[in-house]
């Protein structure tokens, strides 16, 4: 829901910022056709994300950072105008970042599209970022390529179960879901310059400890 100077953050990340990390990985221009063909294809694509602890050890401790959300913010300044004049106007902007936050994520959906996009990462054409160009990856992204949810969670989580963590699933229907977000990417730069989403419907589960 970020809108002109203020960019906000949920508690997890969203459909839309994987597939740009994705789309980038391709070395895909924003509002190509290759583009918009890509991002049909990904609609039916779907998307479990799982909000793992950041855990440290304190002394002969193990303590679970809290999530925090930041906000900073930039001074954004256009020097020069359309018509070539000097201008002096500046902007406040102002970002929410997540502090001690770390997710993993299962992209599900036709064999040869996921292979697509899990080479692209693997050896990607630009650099990948999670929305902003302050949060480049301190890891590889890409994890692996497995024929099944439970064996990919198994390489992600180990012998942890899905339900003792945070996750939010993306569903088939309205019936399933508890919340609908406005995520699903359909063009990152349309002509007019603004980016087009739909809706997607998906499910929380909080985690059981």
């Known amino acids: 829901d970020s809108q002109y100077n203020r960019s906000n953050t949920g508690l997890l990340p969203t459909k839309s910022g994987l597939l740009g990390m994705c789309l980038a990985a391709l070395g895909i221009p924003r509002g190509s056709d290759e583009e918009r063909t890509l991002l ?81 990462l693997e050896n990607p054409v630009w650099g990948i970022l999670l929305v902003r160009k302050a949060c480049i990856p301190t890891a590889p992204v890409f994890v692996g390529l497995f024929p099944t949810e439970a064996e990919a969670l198994a390489a992600l989580l180990g012998d942890q179960p899905l339900s003792v963590f945070t996750h939010q699933r993306e569903v088939d229907s309205f019936a399933e879901g508890t919340d609908s977000l406005p995520d699903q990417p359909l063009c990152f730069a349309a002509p007019n310059g603004i980016r087009r989403f739909a809706p997607r419907r998906v499910r929380l589960e909080e985690a059981k400890r």
């Open 40 to 120: 049909e294809k990904c609609v039916d694509v779907r998307l479990l994300m799982v909000a793992v602890p950041r855990i440290i050890l304190y002394g002969e401790k193990s303590i679970e950072l809290p999530v925090r959300r930041i906000t900073d913010y930039l001074t954004v300044m256009d020097t020069v105008s359309a018509d070539g004049k000097l201008k002096k106007d500046a902007v406040l902007t102002y970002r929410q970042y997540l502090c001690d936050a770390s997710f993993v994520s299962v992209l599900a959906g036709e064999a040869t599209l996921i292979k697509v996009l899990s080479d692209s």
